[in-house]
DNA sequence: CAATATATTATACATTTGTAGATTTAATTC
DNA sequence: GAATTAAATCTACAAATGTATAATATATTG
C-alpha cells in the first residue's frame, strides 16, 4: 500500500498494481473518478476484482498510490543538486522545477483535480510540506529568518504553491507558468 | 444543491436538508465520514433515502453541502468592517478572525479532515482566494504592490492560510494559535 | 377553506461494493 | 527441477447504491 520497500514485493504483485495503476490512469483521462467503478478499473486492467481488493480497501486508495508514486519523482527530481545558490535562488528554482513537473503531468492532475477526486492531492502537500521543513531547516536558511518556525513556514509556502499549481491546472487554456513564477518571486521575503 | 436562495425552497425541502445536515454533522463526531453510509444518515435524519436522493447525489455532495453554509458564516463573519486600518492590519484581522472560526468548529472540521473525506475542505479556500481577491483588486492594496497580480496573490495566500489551518486542526494538542498568528506576520510583505 | 402543486414516502429492481472460502496458477526457495 | 509458498482467480453472498414509478401527505395559492 505503500512504495517503501517495493521491491520485496512478489513478481506478481508488482505486476498487478502496475496494471491497476495503468489502468485508473488511463480511464481519468476518459471520465472523471467519480463515475469509474471499481468494476471498469479492474475490466481495464484485466484483474479480477477480488484481486484488487486484495491490494486497495477502495479506489481511493487506488489513487492515493498513484499520487504516490508520482510525490517520489517529483522530490527525485525538483530538489536543485546545486548547493551553493543562495537560499532564494534555491526557493525559486525548486518552485521553478516542481511547477515544470506538474506541467509535464497536467492531464493526469486536471483529471484528479476535476472529477472532485483531489482529496490525495494534498498527500503532496505533506511531502511539499515535509522536505521544504527539512531544508528550511539547514543553517543557511535558518540564518536569514531565525525567527521564523521552519515548520510554520514550510507548511505555508507548501499550501501556497499547490494552490498555485491548483489554480493554474484548472485555468482553460493555460495560463503561462512565467507569470505566476514571476510573481512568486515577490512572496520570498528572504535572499 | 447551493445555499443561494434558498429561501425560496418549500418548507418541506428546508427541513429535510436542515435535518439531514444536522444528522452528518452528528455522526461526523462519532465515527470518519468513509464508514457513513446513506443508510446511516438517512436513519439517523429520519428522512427517507430516496427524499435523500432527491436532494443529494451522493453523502460526498450533502458533505460540500454543508461546508457551503459554513463558508457562509465564515465569510460572513471574519472580514474586518473597519476599512480605515492599513492593509497589512486588514489582513492580519481577517487571518485572526478566520483562524478563530475554524477553532470554533474545531471538532467538525477536524472531522472533515481525518476521514479522507477532506475533498471538498478545498472550496473553502476558492471561496477565500475569491473574497481575498475582490480585496487586494481593491485601490488601497494595488497601490501598495502593484506589480503582483491579485488573482495570483489570493490564491497564494488563501492556499498558504488554509494549509496552516489544516496543520493546525491535525495538531493534537491544538498548538497556541498565537504561535501561528506571531509566524504569520513575517509572511505578509505589505505595509 | 378548497384546489393545486409538489415533496415525501413506499416498493421494487439492477448494479456495485466489500468479504469469505475453495481452487488454480505462478513465483520463490532449496 | 521439484517442493513449497503465496498470489490470483472463481464462486457466492450480504449490504449499500442509485434509479424509477406509484401512492400518500403536506405546502402553497387563490
Redesign the interface.
Known sequence: MNYQNEDHLDLRQKKTRRLLVEALAQLLTERPFQELSVVDICRRAMVHRTTFYAHFNDK?ELLHYLLEGLEQECVATCLPQDPDRSPREYLLTAAQNVFQFFAQHRTLYRACLNS????RV?TL?ACA?GELCRLLSEPRFRAV?P???PE??A??????????I??WLSSEPPLPAS??LA??E??I?IQ
Open positions: 481511493q472532485g477526486a483531489d482529496t494534498q502537500e510540506a529568518s525567527q521564523v518556525d510554520v513556514a507548511r505555508f509556502y507548501a499550501g501556497a504553491m499547490l494552490s498555485l491548483r489554480w507569470h505566476l510573481n512568486l515577490q512572496f521575503p
